[in-house]
């Protein structure tokens, strides 16, 4: 693996990590200011969407669900 895909590699699993704790605190239930934190982490990963694997995808999909149509997380 060469230096950028190890640091792409490192960037996208600190996002991932951010996410996965934002949405274990439901943060983007707590008021307009996390949801918009929290919908702002997903549009960054996005851009690394080719680099993802499918559980990362499919965990990214449902967080989207749930901060747009503001449901708790409870998986």
């Known amino acids: 693996m060469t230096a950028a895909a190890e640091i792409r590699k490192n960037i996208l699993t600190d996002r991932m990590d951010q996410l996965q704790a934002f949405m274990e605190s439901n943060h983007h239930m707590k008021n307009e200011e996390g949801n918009q934190e929290v919908w702002d982490l997903i549009l960054k990963l996005q851009r690394f969407w080719g680099a993802m694997?499918?559980?990362?995808k499919d965990y990214i999909e449902v967080s989207k669900v749930a901060v747009l149509e503001r449901r708790s997380w409870n998986l």
């Open 53 to 56: 694997d499918d559980e990362d």
